[in-house]
């Protein structure tokens, strides 16, 4: 398989590689079964709420990795919530979760800590990889602007790619040569977030287009703050959309380096995230007056095909989406 690698990857990949080396190597903590349960059952429900399409796609993993990756979910939920929804002390409320989730015997009320605890423990997931979402979601504490697509990946990283690695690590996979893929995966995803929530983002005092791509596509600030949709607008969100389809082409082929008992998983959280660019797509890029989603309804239609691509075809490398 080709591992190639953008320029703008290779940082990325030097600080992915390094996680490798913090994997955790200890006994699952002693931890009363019940409450556990409680615990695994909180972050289950936290998941449910927050991202129906996340809820959907770990349904199909087996029961304990199930459990492993809603805690995973619920810890970096919890984590970005401080973020954006800050109290007086933000960074300091920050690195006091940020010690919590990480310690042995968390306290018996901290449900998301225990659960994710457990998981860290029983999946071997590197610790480096949680320090360095930390790391990421506090960018949005201090900064509200990226000047080029390179630094925009950068954070991408730090807030997305670091989940998609610790979620490796609970799937199962056979090497270092799955890393690229993971880093790519999650870079995807990041971006089809932000081109989502361009108007969500831009209330909250954020945005997270690069700078530089909007001069070029002869737009400004005062565009985005009125929210006109017009020809420059939808050239320059054609190039977003285009870009972010080409690193789910390369991300996708990864899913064969995965344990195969977790790569339907994986490709239809994958496939669905993708999805929502068809959706901005069709409303002519108007991401200022609607969320763009897909239904449930629609997220079932297209599962069978996801399917048929994970399980019989495979993801053809450099064009691994539909």
């Known amino acids: 398989m080709s591992t190639h690698s953008a320029p703008w990857e290779n940082k990325l990949l030097d600080w992915a590689y390094q996680g490798l ?5 200890r006994e699952c903590p002693q931890a009363d079964g019940v409450l556990l349960a409680q615990a695994y059952d909180y972050c289950r429900a936290i998941t449910r709420k927050n991202s129906r399409t996340f809820y959907l796609a770990s ?16 810890f970096c939920r919890a984590s970005d919530d401080i973020v954006d929804h800050p109290s007086p002390s933000p960074q300091a409320d920050l690195e006091a979760w940020h010690q919590e989730a990480i310690a ?41 602007r990226y000047a080029t697509f390179e630094e925009l990946t950068t954070y991408c990283y730090g807030v997305a790619s670091t989940v998609g690695l610790m979620a490796m690590h609970i799937i199962g996979f056979s090497g270092p040569q ?31 287009l690069p700078l530089e791509e909007l001069i070029e596509f002869g737009l400004s600030l005062d565009d985005i703050a009125r929210g006109q949709v017009d020809d420059r607008w939808r050239r320059f969100m054609r190039f977003q959309i285009d870009r972010v389809r080409k690193l789910y082409g390369q991300a996708l082929p990864g899913v064969s380096t995965l344990r195969p008992d977790g790569r339907f998983a994986i490709s239809a959280a994958a496939e669905l995230y993708c999805a929502i660019l068809d959706d901005i797509e069709v409303h002519d890029m108007d991401v200022f007056h609607r969320r ?31």
């Not at 349904?59 to 619920?74: D, V």
Request: glycine share 8%.
């Open 59 to 74: 349904g199909f993993l087996s029961p304990s990795k199930r459990r492993a990756m809603r805690a995973l979910y619920a």
């Open 104 to 144: 042995d015997c968390p306290p018996s009320n901290r449900l998301i800590a225990l659960a994710w605890m457990d998981a860290q423990a029983a999946y071997r997931i590197p610790s480096l990889y949680a320090d360095q979402l930390i790391a990421g979601l506090s960018q949005d504490l201090v900064r509200t």
């Open 178 to 208: 799955a890393i690229p893929y993971a880093v790519r995966l999650g870079v995807a995803l990041q971006l089809t977030n932000i081109l989502r929530d361009v108007a969500e983002d831009w209330a909250s005092g954020r945005l997270y």
């Open 21 to 25: 080396q913090h994997e955790l190597a």
């Open 292 to 322: 763009a989603h897909v239904s449930t309804q629609g997220k079932l239609l297209l599962l069978p095909g996801i399917w048929w691509r994970t399980c019989v075809t495979g993801y053809e490398e450099g064009n691994g989406t539909p």
